[in-house]
């Protein structure tokens, strides 16, 4: 029974990609025609985790970082080149066609659909690829059309869409079959922010509501906020950080900023411990403190009883400041 | 494999032929230019000699097989480059997240591409050869049932023949040497110019080891009556051993391939 919890499960997976490099310029060119230096690289390093049933995981991280690399040995596009993994119990690059029927896909760079058909047709070459019956089909779709509003775009051929459209598209075709676990990778990438809320809704309701395990790779880490309770953060093909994305602020933040406002403009703070003055605006001053030894309720305190306030706010850094923080200073953070 | 998949990829694969319908027309012009320019070599020849036959083939035999493997060729087109830029694009990897064979789909696409060339290609050419040459076909019911049968098995090899060749892209980033190289060793050895029974002696052993002439030049002989109805069984039978063959190489190709393949762009 504990086995049936897990969705997907990875050990110590690595992908190398042997590069073969021709030279610059003419006479490297032609160098090249004799000798090639081959060149390995890592892309996935040794990586592990699990992921439970129903989990909603953000896996990010820089380009080149490796997330796509992962999530296509776990689609059983890219044969691992060493370690295991399984996702619904199915080794991917064992059973690829298997293991394609039982998961959905989002390439957002890419479309499933076919380009010259019309996005009818479309998802009804998908429902006979995924062997869905007529009855489940429709009611799906009528599932995906109220979520997703694709009864305009139903007769368009899929190269008259725009990127948008065909994401919201790509979305509904990659949940025809109503697979438990679902992909994505890079689905809001170039999207407006009306189009991104419209898809952060249904990725949170089919979440909520059907309990569909979703893997989420992405650069906007507004949808890492809002979707992902779980957060993996890749780095040159290893995990850095993999745990609640509520708690990367505890791991990592280890200074909060308060933004005051004095009735006038001559006060110096000075001696309140763990507190330091970064910037100064007129009434207006930011300060940082020390977040590990000292609490903000006596911090803010201290301010109150010494100074007259006209408004105090504490600014939540953003995970991706953090993550922007992480990716420049990684060396000198602590490894999980 | 699903034969109702098999039969939707097929008509995608048809409906996306017809968008190229000039593509088409220049099509026709040039198979019949071909089939002009063979028919007519062929009885400049002819009639340079004395004797009428000529390795077992008279004037109007050797211009039937002219015009038929013509059109048994024509109706075999299908785009050989169709992996190679799949892996070069990296749209490969829409198709490996689906739940179906590759190979299967990728004989789907063939048999659409195949059939449209068929219909707006081969059966215009044929229609007027018969017109403008002396043509002869045995009309049997069973002979031209055999013949379908062995071209059918003719177009498998040849179908796996070009996915082998496209396989080689996942090894090396230009494969164009090696469609160039397929293409003369197919179009010669399949017998798509000459008959095979006109190639010198140190030759023909060599063929015989070969699958290619199984492709175009076996079936059209069942058709024009060279092949008794006895050796086009035996002719088919030697075909599905060499889809078999072949069949296995795929196989183990593809398995080795998918260890080396690359998605490009991401």
Redesign the interface.
């Known amino acids: 029974m504990e086995q049936n919890k897990i969705a997907i499960k990875v050990k110590d997976l690595s992908k190398d990609f042997d590069i073969s490099e021709s030279g610059r310029g003419f006479s490297g060119k032609l160098k090249a025609l004799f000798y090639r230096k081959r060149k390995i690289i890592t892309a996935v390093d040794g990586i592990d985790f699990e992921i439970k049933r129903g989990e909603f995981v953000g896996y990010v991280g820089e380009n080149g970082a490796g997330k796509s690399t992962t999530i296509k040995m776990l689609t059983g596009i890219l044969v691992p080149t060493s370690g295991s993994a399984e996702v619904n119990g199915i080794v991917p690059f064992k059973e690829r066609k298997k293991n394609a029927a039982k998961i959905g896909v989002v390439f957002g760079q890419r479309t499933q659909l076919w380009w010259d058909l019309p996005v009818r047709e479309s998802f009804d070459l998908l429902r006979v690829i995924f062997r869905v019956s007529r009855t489940d089909f429709l009611s799906q779709i009528k599932k995906l059309d109220n979520a997703l509003g694709l009864k305009p775009l139903m007769d368009m051929p899929v190269r008259k869409l725009s990127l948008g459209q065909r994401m919201r598209c790509d979305i509904a075709a990659s949940l025809i079959h109503n697979p438990p676990v679902l992909f994505l990778d890079e689905p809001t990438i170039g999207l407006d922010v009306l189009a991104k809320e419209s898809i952060r809704n249904f990725l949170a309701e089919i979440n909520r509501d059907e309990g569909t395990t979703i893997i989420l790779t992405t650069h906007d880490m507004n949808d890492i906020e809002q979707l992902c309770k779980r957060l993996i953060i890749l780095e040159e093909g290893k995990i850095m950080y993999d745990g609640e994305t509520e708690l990367l602020k505890q791991k990592f933040v280890h200074e909060k900023v308060i933004e005051v406002e004095f009735y006038d403009d001559g006060n110096t703070i000075q001696g309140i411990p763990g507190v330091t003055v970064v910037r100064e605006q007129g009434c207006k001053k930011w300060l940082t403190f020390d977040n590990d030894n000292y609490g903000i309720g006596e911090v803010i305190g201290t301010i109150a009883s010494r100074y007259k306030i006209k408004d105090i706010s504490v600014n939540e850094p953003s995970v991706e400041s953090i993550i922007r923080n992480i990716y420049n200073n990684s060396a000198m953070l602590p490894t999980t | 494999m699903?034969p109702?998949?098999f039969i939707?990829?097929v008509s995608?694969s048809f409906?996306?032929q017809v968008?190229y319908r000039f593509d088409c027309f220049v099509g026709i012009v040039n198979g019949f230019l071909y089939v002009f320019i063979f028919t007519s070599l062929w009885k400049a020849l002819y009639s340079q000699f004395d004797t009428t036959v000529h390795n077992g083939y008279t004037l109007t035999a050797i211009v039937t097989y002219a015009v038929l493997v013509m059109a048994v060729r024509i109706s075999f087109t299908m785009d050989d480059s169709i992996i190679y830029r799949k892996v070069m694009d990296?749209?490969i990897?829409?198709e490996?997240?689906?739940?179906?064979?590759f190979f299967f789909m990728n004989l789907a696409e063939n048999v659409g591409h195949s059939l449209f060339h068929m219909m707006a290609r081969t059966v215009p050419i044929v229609v007027i050869s018969v017109l403008l040459f002396d043509i002869y076909i045995p009309l049997e019911v069973i002979r031209i049932l055999l013949f379908l049968v062995s071209c059918i098995a003719g177009y498998i090899l040849v179908s796996m023949m070009n996915f082998i060749a496209g396989l080689l892209s996942f090894w090396f980033i230009e494969i164009f040497p090696f469609l160039l190289f397929k293409y003369a060793f197919y179009t010669f050895f399949s017998g798509g110019i000459v008959p095979i029974d006109f190639f010198p002696e140190f030759l023909k052993p060599i063929v015989a080891l070969l699958p290619f002439q199984y492709m175009l030049y076996f079936p059209t002989t069942i058709l024009i009556g060279r092949a008794s109805l006895a050796d086009a069984q035996s002719i088919i039978v030697a075909q599905l051993i060499w889809i078999v063959i072949m069949g296995v190489i795929c196989h183990l190709m593809w398995g080795a391939g998918?260890?080396?393949?690359?998605?490009q762009?991401?």
């Open positions: 699903n109702k998949l939707k990829f995608v409906q996306k968008t990296g749209s990897a829409m490996l997240i689906r739940p179906t064979s998918k260890k080396k393949l690359i998605i762009g991401g």
